[in-house]
């Protein structure tokens, strides 16, 4: 299909062609593992196991290039096996990376607790100051990794200044584009490498799969990550492939509900009493409103926000929360509520990373946002 069409377009079109064989709309689940060859080596359009490859899978990873602008995209098992594989074939024992401030505690337990026994290294900066990101870089730096809107504190990176940065050192730039979705930015147009997703969030968009993705554009690099996707094996599997190929249908209409709730909530948190600062890049007031008004359509559903109280007060407004459930994950279309110190980044406790313990992280789904909102304001009391 044709990048010319609208985002809207290519997310229900791109690679949803219909059954050859009977003309269905919507890609069957290919829930096989081998594939009859006509004669050694005769392959079906290139099928022979499922872990090289499968129908669905392939499916969602044309969808995943289109959406993203790339010339590829590949689907993993969870977003951290993408992420993992990603490492794997852009480094090398003694490689160098710097790492966002602000980042999942996931990919900061796979850096610090599994690529650093691999012999891996890395810096943590800033990535909103490019001149930090600059001064992280050493002699041995192979990337960049940025996460924007960030997680939990939803901190904002000028995309093409530290890609910028990156082509200077000559080294890759690697974006986590999960809290945003290819919606909302698309950082391969902005002169990142590669985009890094988390399909368990706002693409698949249900809490009802868990699945990553990489998005490249360079064609040796996408072979590349292709040749290891195949030797380590992490692959989506064909019905969750098919789940998040289901739930891309929606993302459009899901973003744009989820940014208008999360914008009156934030509006609501930043004039409550009991909230001592509210962290949501469409306010005026946030650091990084003016870059994200610049790369981003809108600015998403996710909300953070620190109570006046400290940390207890925090954890009791995440327990007196009914509307909004406690749960880790994000990006679903009810709303959910977590504490990161205690939940999602309790790896990076004690580290560079840490969150505040006053912190509260809200994934504001796409319900009656007047329900949201009185829901907030019993819960903080």
């Known amino acids: 299909m044709s990048d010319q069409h609208s985002f809207e377009t290519l997310a229900i079109h791109a690679g949803n062609t219909a059954d050859p064989l009977t003309g269905a709309v919507?890609?069957?689940?290919?829930?096989?593992?081998?594939?009859k060859q006509d004669g050694v080596g005769g392959l079906?359009?290139?099928?022979?196991?499922s872990r090289s490859a499968n129908p669905t899978r392939t499916a969602l990873e044309e969808n995943l290039a289109a959406l993203e602008g790339g010339r590829r995209g590949l689907a993993f098992a969870s977003g951290l096996a993408a992420e993992d594989c990603l490492l794997r074939t852009l480094l090398t024992p003694g490689d160098h990376v710097v790492i966002p401030n602000d980042a999942y505690g996931g990919t900061f337990r796979l850096f610090a607790k599994v690529a650093s026994?691999?012999?891996?290294?890395f810096s943590v900066a800033d990535t909103s100051d490019v001149s930090a990101v600059r001064a992280a870089l050493t002699p041995r730096t192979k990337a960049i990794w940025v996460e924007t809107p960030s997680n939990?504190?939803?901190?904002?990176?000028?995309?093409?200044?530290?890609a910028g940065v990156a082509r200077q050192a000559g080294v890759r730039l690697v974006v986590d584009n999960t809290f945003a979705s290819?919606?909302?930015?698309?950082?391969?147009?902005?002169?990142?490498?590669?985009?890094?997703?988390?399909?368990?969030?706002y693409m698949?968009?249900?809490s009802d799969v868990v699945g990553g993705a990489l998005v490249v554009s360079d064609p040796e690099l996408a072979e590349e990550l292709a040749y290891h996707q195949n030797a380590m094996g992490a692959v989506a599997g064909p019905f969750d492939a098919w789940l998040v190929l289901r739930g891309i249908k929606t993302l459009a209409v899901r973003m744009d509900r989820h940014d208008a709730n999360a914008t009156k909530?934030?509006?609501?948190?930043?004039?409550?009493?009991?909230?001592?600062?509210?962290?949501?890049?469409?306010?005026?007031?946030?650091?990084?409103?003016?870059?994200?008004?610049?790369?981003m359509k809108a600015f998403g559903g996710m909300v953070s926000f620190r109570v006046a109280g400290g940390e207890e007060a925090a954890v009791e407004v995440c327990n007196r929360a009914k509307l909004f459930t406690l749960g880790e994950s994000l990006g679903g279309v009810e709303s959910l509520i977590e504490h990161p110190g205690r939940m999602t980044h309790a790896s990076t406790a004690g580290s560079l990373l840490e969150v505040p313990a006053?912190?509260?992280?809200?994934?504001?789904g796409i319900e009656n946002a007047d329900d949201l909102m009185a829901d907030l304001t019993q819960a903080l009391g």
């Open 26 to 35: 919507v890609p069957p689940i290919y829930q096989v593992s081998t594939y």
């Open 44 to 49: 079906r359009g290139g099928y022979e196991y």
């Open 117 to 121: 026994r691999w012999g891996v290294e």
């Open 152 to 162: 939990p504190l939803l901190g904002i990176t000028d995309i093409a200044a530290v």
């Open 182 to 201: 290819p919606y909302l930015q698309q950082p391969l147009s902005l002169g990142a490498d590669v985009v890094v997703h988390s399909t368990t969030k």
């Open 204 to 206: 698949g968009g249900h």
């Open 265 to 295: 909530v934030a509006d609501l948190l930043t004039r409550h009493p009991k909230v001592s600062q509210v962290l949501y890049p469409g306010l005026p007031e946030h650091p990084g409103h003016e870059v994200a008004a610049k790369q």
């Open 358 to 364: 006053d912190l509260v992280r809200l994934s504001v």
